[in-house]
């Protein structure tokens, strides 16, 4: 399978994405593409390093997006432009991996993309690069897989292919929530419901222009603290510990304690959020991100001093409140405001 990939920002929308793709894949193999596949970024408004621990998270799906364009070859070939981290063809290929042991006949290909979604900016690049492709590659060979499945394997794909132990809320969001909407994931369950946002809020990114990698261990690192914590605690997901046992873990070390207060407080502030978002109490909206933020910089160490910048900042200008969103280490900030 052949890979190229260019990132250049999709300033006329998705049908320019698709052209840009097509004509970046005739570019680069000769010959017009005969598939393409498109998935939005995310960002996550409250709710991280709790997916994996069974949490509830409150996602948002963007207008920013990837798309793919791909079309029948004659052998697998790995290449990809120079702005691209060439890591970045695992996804692509695990997920085409994934695609074929699930028995879709999805031939060897040549796949084109373009993105105006930053690689580690905390917005979900990774996933929408992966539903991209398999919703290109289900195109090509007149297939069709509903979204919990896709979610599912992509999520798969990480795992087994980019080496990245990612809980589901990314891939779930990215093939579900369609641009601009916001949706409440039980990651436990797998039981969710869209959630209108007042009218009167607005969402800013802010880039911090610090790039995280994942896989380089961080992230891991974290979800092995979780998951031992709830072995301590004699939980199956840390998520699971009911208010009335929170005490218990203040006999964790405090690394682990730290870790789970983080949480199961960060359930509860999502929690509290969709409240406040559906009592349009946007005050109380921007002080649990606010909160979360503070927690994911004290209690999760994954903050960076650009980040806690960014919200100190947002905050003294008049914002309702700012965190850092995704898996952290750099990426960017949300930032809430009255609209």
Known sequence: MAFVAEHAFLSGGRVNGVQRAGAWHEAQF???????GVASGRVNLIGDHIDYAGGTVLPMALHECTVVALARATCDVFSSASTVDLLWTRYAAGVLTELRASGMAVPPVSVAVVSDLTIGAGLSSSAALEVAVARAALTLVNATMDADALA????RAEHRHAGTPC????QWCVAHANPGEAILLDCARLDWRRLALPPTLRIELIDSGVRHALRDGGYASRRAEVEEAAQRLGVDQLAALPAARWSEIDQLPDRLARRARHVVRECARVHEAVRALESNDLAQFGRLLTESHCSLRDEFDVSTPELDAIVAEACVH???GARMTGGGFGGCVVVAHRA
């Open 152 to 155: 599912l394997l992509c999520q």
């Open 30 to 36: 000769g010959r017009a593409s005969e598939a393409c």
């Open 318 to 320: 008049g914002a309702l």
């Open 167 to 170: 809980g589901i809320m990314d």
